[in-house]
């Protein structure tokens, strides 16, 4: 009799565990080909951005930058940093600082689902224009007057973006004035697949 009962409970037990375990096996198959789509999801591609500035009607500079970002959605990002440290002067004890100028480009790509890519960018531009003179402090009554030193004019542009790109495709996606130049900026990115 305890044969029979303990033979009908492993029965019993494997009928209820059966479908649970196939079940389990079923979301592992089903896992493997979503986990292959995911890995061909990722795609490199070639993203251009290019700072474009007028006079009125005149191009006057073109500023191009280049770079490549696995299109996966995740971080990091892309990023590409070029500038220059510039002195300024703090007027104490003669003192000079140095500030960043120049172009940061912060990008991360996806897919879209229509086949598309989706950019994120984060543009910060900074640029030395002109110079203003700065009376220079005397350090002690006994001294000479230094006179003037010239102070850099620093401009700026910021900017963050999200932007659908298909391969091969260019978009004007920022257009700003500088309110005291009136120099107009413009923002170019094109996207292509990486070969």
């Known amino acids: 009799m305890r044969t029979a009962t303990r033979a009908t409970l492993i029965v019993v037990a494997l009928a209820i565990l059966a479908p649970w375990t196939m079940a389990q096996e079923k979301i592992k198959t089903e896992d493997e080909p979503a986990a292959g789509a995911r890995a061909a999801k990722m795609q490199a591609v070639k993203v251009a951005v290019v700072f474009v500035e007028f006079e009125g009607d005149k191009k006057v500079k073109s500023l191009p930058y280049t770079f490549i970002v696995v299109a996966d959605g995740k971080t990091p990002w892309s990023k590409l940093r070029m500038g220059s440290r510039v002195p300024v002067y703090t007027g104490k004890e003669g003192g000079m600082q140095y500030i960043d100028?120049?172009?940061?480009?912060?990008?991360?790509?996806?897919h879209a689902p229509d086949g598309s890519f989706e950019l994120k960018l984060s543009?910060?531009?900074?640029?030395?224009e002109g110079d203003v003179s700065i009376p220079m402090e005397k350090l002690s009554s006994s001294q000479p007057s230094p006179g003037q030193f010239p102070e850099p004019v620093i401009r700026q542009f910021r900017s963050d973006l999200s932007l659908l790109l298909r391969d091969g495709q260019t978009v004007e996606s920022a257009f700003a004035t500088d309110p005291l130049s009136g120099k107009v900026f413009k923002v170019e990115v094109t996207l292509n697949l990486a070969k």
């Open 101 to 110: 100028v120049g172009s940061n480009i912060d990008c991360q790509a996806g």
């Open 123 to 128: 543009l910060d531009r900074s640029w030395v």
